[in-house]
């Protein structure tokens, strides 16, 4: 739903040098593969649309790292509807390696220095890097506390990004030896608790991409003769023109390395468990072009919609004969679901929601302000909606402002007789310790109707339908989740739905919020709470 965001998403590019030249290069050559950078960060925009930025690599230049960052989507970031100040910037930034980032903050303040890549300048090129980093470490706190404890460090931002910073340069600076980035990052990483995928590069020329070892946030990648790249989505490697076989999701708790003299390794860095791989990824944030470990994007919602079909069967509650019946899906993410039902049920799919792109994020005011920008969001189309009864289709309901000020729009101005919600998704129960912003119960409008567990009854569903102002209302049940991605229910992690969270310190961080229920508690001291916790344990 529009009221759900994601933290943020990540990519990466290199051409290697002596090795021939790549057919995907762009008239510039390998020197400025860079400029091929803004357009996988447009392809994965919809991760993130707070800030933007990249960092690119050349040797030749007195600054062999150059990053550029900034508050804004990836086409005011890099000015790509200016063509004499994009072509001026793609200039400054040519190199032969380059990472990028988008990003929605779950954690930081909305400004330009919360935005991504963090670069550490140094004296010695091994020790002078840039990296960005997808996800959230559940054991900030811990890690934070750790980091100060000795009074020789200092911290700047409030953000976990910060921290792995440091913590590669802590590692990097104790060590007298040169060491291999990869020990970097298994010792790094030792500590962590949650869930990433990042992107690092060095002023060596060395480039890492690793995902955590749950392989809870998606990161693809592609490697073809001197051309490697590297994304959170597989979209953004196929709009380069990599062909489907030659992209590959990369294993939990693996990393590329990428070396100038000796080219392209893969290397495990963490010891091997169970994944648990986000299932809110197919469902609702990745691009529906997409296809992560192994599994569609677009097919999963459409069994997704398959499922609400026997579901509604099932039910009997809608007339699925009449001529007055139709689907309709809230856009974009619902509408290969809708699309799936309405094809089951043999019930006209129609849009009769349209949605203003340029409304703006309608979780940027609270209140009144909020409501007004979801009442901006979508324009009902009465010559779709008027007298029908209407099946609304929707991945998810979190907070549920939108979703009221939808159904009074879709009852007052598209003039609709009768509204059932379905919902392609379970009923979000817990919050999010992993880089979705929802870490508190208290934000959550399903657990005041079907308590902690996320228990459905008639007559729960229905109280918040009547509250909500539908008909009526059904979520899909948690067992459809894997069903439909056609993956096993333990290599998911369904924590916001279930409650059960695949780390140590997401249930101990669980605990605490449900402690904190009721108490305006807000998710920053959620984490605090964490640390002491812990040392009194």
């Avoid at 001026?88 to 032969?96: C, N, V, Y």
């Avoid at 020789?152 to 913590?167: F, G, R, S, V, Y």
């Avoid at 693809?220 to 992209?247: H, K, M």
Wanted: proline share 5%; charged share 25%.
């Amino acid at each position: 739903m529009s009221e759900l965001h994601h933290e943020c998403g990540v990519a990466a590019i290199y051409h290697l040098s002596g090795r021939g030249r790549s057919p995907l290069c762009t008239s510039d050559g390998p020197r400025h593969i860079s400029r091929l950078l803004p357009r996988m960060l447009l392809d994965i925009q919809n991760r993130g649309q707070l800030a933007a930025g990249m960092t690119t690599f050349d040797p030749a230049r007195p600054s062999i790292l150059r990053t550029r960052k900034d508050v804004g989507t990836v086409t005011e970031v890099f000015r790509l509807n200016h063509r004499a100040k994009s072509e001026s910037l793609m200039k400054h930034l040519a190199g032969r390696a380059a990472i990028g980032h988008v990003r929605y903050a779950t954690c930081g303040q909305d400004d330009r220095s919360y935005a991504q890549p963090f670069e550490r300048k140094h004296i010695h090129k091994r020790k002078w890097f840039s990296f960005c980093f997808n996800g959230q470490l559940a054991n900030y706190g811990l890690l934070k506390e750790r980091l100060l404890a000795d009074g020789d460090h200092h911290l700047t931002l409030d953000t976990d990004t910060e921290i792995i910073l440091h913590e590669f340069g802590r590692l990097l600076s104790q060590r007298p030896d040169r060491i291999d980035w990869i020990d970097v990052l298994r010792e790094a990483t030792a500590g962590f608790d949650g869930a990433y995928s990042l992107a690092l590069l060095t002023a060596e020329g060395e480039m890492i991409v690793a995902r955590d070892p749950l392989g809870v946030k998606p990161m693809c990648y592609a490697n073809e003769g001197p051309l490697f790249a590297a994304a959170s989505e597989s979209v953004a490697l196929l709009n380069l023109g990599f062909s489907d076989d030659q992209i590959k999701s990369l294993a939990p708790g693996h990393a590329i390395i990428i070396d100038p003299e000796t080219g392209f390794r893969i290397e495990r860095f963490a010891e091997e468990r169970s994944p648990a791989h986000c299932f809110f990824e197919w469902i609702y944030f990745a691009n529906v072009a997409s296809t992560l470990d192994d599994r569609s994007v677009y097919l999963s919602r459409t069994h997704l919609g398959e499922e609400l079909a026997r579901a509604e069967r099932a039910l009997g509650r809608v007339p699925l004969n009449s001529e007055d019946t139709i689907i309709v899906p809230v856009p974009d993410t619902s509408k290969a679901a809708a699309d799936a039902m309405a094809f089951e049920l043999s019930i006209p799919c129609r849009e009769g929601l349209i949605r203003n792109r340029y409304a703006g994020r309608t979780f940027i005011e609270g209140g009144g302000a909020r409501k007004a920008k979801a009442a901006a969001k979508y324009t009902p189309l009465r010559e779709v909606l008027e007298g029908k009864t209407v099946i609304l289709v929707e991945d998810s309901i979190v907070r549920s402002t939108t979703m009221n000020v939808l159904l009074d729009r879709i009852r007052e101005v598209g003039g609709a007789k009768e509204i059932h919600v379905r919902v392609a998704c379970p009923p979000i129960v817990a919050p999010c310790f992993y880089g979705i912003d929802m870490s508190t119960i208290d934000q959550l409008i399903a657990p005041k109707y079907f308590g902690i567990n996320g228990e459905l009854t008639d007559e729960s569903q229905q109280r918040l339908a009547d509250d909500l102002g539908a008909d009526s209302l059904r979520y899909l049940p948690v067992d459809a989740i894997a069903r439909a991605i056609g993956l096993p229910e333990d290599n998911l992690c369904r924590a916001c739905v279930t409650g059960n969270y695949p780390t140590d310190c997401g249930q101990h961080l669980y605990q605490i919020a449900l402690d904190n229920r009721g108490n305006n508690i807000d998710s920053k001291r959620t984490y605090e709470q964490l640390a002491a916790a812990l040392q009194q344990s």
